[in-house]
């Protein structure tokens, strides 16, 4: 097996030309590199096999398109998924980098135009697919071109010990024989030393610079809390990031259907995606969230997403993902612009114990060796652990990663931030659940257990004689879930085992008997016990941008831009330039370059429309423009409840008044600092006090006609019927609008 050194990727390397940085600067308006970019440039401009291991946002993208462009030749560029090429391939148009896919929507002339393209000479960037590179007809047609790299995006997909297996992907070491001269680099965001060896192996890396950023991503908030009140846990993250984007995973289908209506009937803009609706149904939500015209997506863990929007300000797991990776994979969707966001995962023994049997029923229909699953239950298991452990989560997936973590603190996750109380009484109460387990004979599972010291008079229990047992009704005023939970936290912590797997059952161990002995302290924790605690601890001390009405009109400007370009708006700029923009306040095009982000090419895309939305903004403000501005080193776009210590309510003394006058909803937005979306929520809550005379300046008087006569030919009880009548021309907030406005006609 091929053994290599694994460096940090911050580690000293050769020198990058300044004609790169030059470069950098003009296509991408960048003047420097992250440390682990750097490391990793460096070595493919020496044309040497690299593995990079980089976490999602960390910019890895970058690592393989920028040398492409100042070496020449052509880079293939390998990808999953057709989302994920389509994107990038439009991000590079963007800043005026000639980059092309092919894929199996183009047409036969479009495949056509873009054999010629590259027989050209002037593409830099071709974009496939692992299956496309095994048709040998392919292989001889660029083997007959100057292929001078080949970069293989989302290189755990090699490894069958990784957490995304796809045997297609093995088939890429057969390009090492048909480009012999071409340097090979992989990139992927999550793997472990096993998988990085695997992937080395596989794809037959010659003597390969491994390169492992920092697993850790400071700008997420993570939170692992018990299911309790799914759905409310769920609208509870929901409301706190209204009018943002959101993922939401669920285990089943039905799970995102059910989750998906009700979010639509709480007032929020959703959309459902699972492999069970059509290409076309899928493709349509997928461009909805992208555009930003649905704020939140509801989507089965099982079914690969691609999702490459930058600005996603929360992920909720409504179930357990298959393991860490995974985890770390479906949390790296959030915050990829580095702004802080928040990951919420809701487990629940009964989700494992479903995932278990899913994923081992799945893995024996296609054959799998029993290696793989039992790799696959251990997986499962360390995700168990990871939920159970009382310890802090950033300390956690850092070091399953094998890094270290040295601060005592992150501030950012449910144990540090004091979303959990600290159990004072936890040795006690620890040694009386073991004392349990013992007086049982190690022969029930934690259900049994938890009844016998809850004092139940179930029939198992009184059968068995288990009501005469000295533990029984120890911990009578415990609520079930929550010593179900402690009982399930002593196990993450190895002061309990499980033994089994179809009925699992409790067994003591020799950590057991230390806590049985006093001789060990071990930590219980319980949540936050209302919501409003939680909310409170979600607000982390942070740094807020100056201008948040100007960051609200350049979002607006952004979409309708994207909208006539038919682009996602973080491909025209990301929320991390515009909130540079609002702070910088530029009055120039040579001001405007100072901007991170803004390249030549976009400022002679977009410079001029932008710099006349902040000049009309600050004439109206009687502001100044080019502001001294430091940036900091984390910016936050603060919730809407609290920015500027205003409440919902004082929100509320902007809008009603505007509401009530007939102002256009996105003029309401911009002047209280908020998204339309939530105008709309206080438009509708305005409707159930108040008579609205006309709601036509909102909606057009011919959408609302189309809007009534789907609601009558499909019925009025849930809005998505009504959403797929109208083929998904409509969005739900319009739809609720027309709907609750028709109702207030009836009743008057």
Known sequence: MTTTKTPRADEPTSIIPQRFFELLQETWGFDSLRPSQHASIASILEGRDTLVIMPTGGGKSLCYQAPAIFRGGLTIVVSPLLALMKDQVDSLKQVGVQAIRIDSTLSVSEKRETAQQIRSGNVRLLFVSPERLANQDFIRFLEGNDVHTIAIDEAHCVSQWGHDFRPEYRQLSALRNSFPKAAMHAFTATATEKVRLDIINQLGLKSPRVLVSSFDRPNLTYRVLPQVDLQDQIREVCERHRGSGGIVYCLRRND???????????????????AGMSHEERKRAQEA??????????????????????????????????????????????????LPAECVLLHSVGDVMTLKKITEASLREANASEDIIASSRNQIEELSRYCRTPLCRHRALVEYFGQSYSSPSCGACDVCLGDTDEVPDAKTIAQKILSCVFRVQERFGVNHVVEVLLGSKTQNVIQRGHDKLSTYGLLRDISKAQLRDWVYQLIGQGALELDGSEYPILKLNAASRTILFGDAEPRLIRTATTAKERKQASVSEAVEFSDTRLFEKLRILRRRIAQEQNVPPFVVFSDSVLIEMSAYRPSTSDRMLDVSGIGKVKLNSYGNVFLETIRQHCEECSI?????????????????????????????????????????????????????????????????????????????????????????????????????????????????????????????
Not at 301 to 312: H, L, P
Not at 322 to 337: F, L, P, V, W
Not at 681 to 687: F, Y
């Open 624 to 748: 100044a423009m080019d502001v001294e501005w430091k940036k900091p080193s984390t910016i936050t776009v603060m919730p809407q409840s609290v920015r500027s210590g205003t409440t919902s309510n004082s929100k509320k003394s902007i809008t009603i008044p505007m509401l009530r006058q007939g102002c256009d909803l996105a003029e309401i937005a911009a002047a209280a600092e908020i998204t339309t979306g939530t105008v709309v929520s206080h438009l509708l809550e305005l409707m159930q006090d108040e008579i609205i005379p006309s709601i036509d300046g909102w909606v057009p008087v011919e959408e609302q006609r189309k809007i009534i006569l789907a609601a009558d030919a499909v019925g009025r009880e849930k809005l998505k019927p009504i959403y797929e009548h109208l083929q998904q021309s409509v969005d739900y907030e319009r739809i609720r609008l027309v709907l609750s406005f028709e109702k207030q006609q009836t009743a008057t």
């Open 256 to 274: 995102v259907e059910m989750v998906t209506e009700y979010l639509q009937r709480t007032g929020f803009s959703a959309v459902g995606y699972h």
């Open 289 to 338: 969230f992208l555009s930003e015209t649905v704020d939140v997506v509801v989507a089965t863990v099982a079914f690969g997403m691609g999702i490459d929007r930058s600005n996603v300000r929360f992920v909720v797991h409504a179930s357990v993902p298959k393991s860490i990776e995974h985890y770390q994979q479906e949390t790296g969707r959030a915050g990829r612009d580095g």
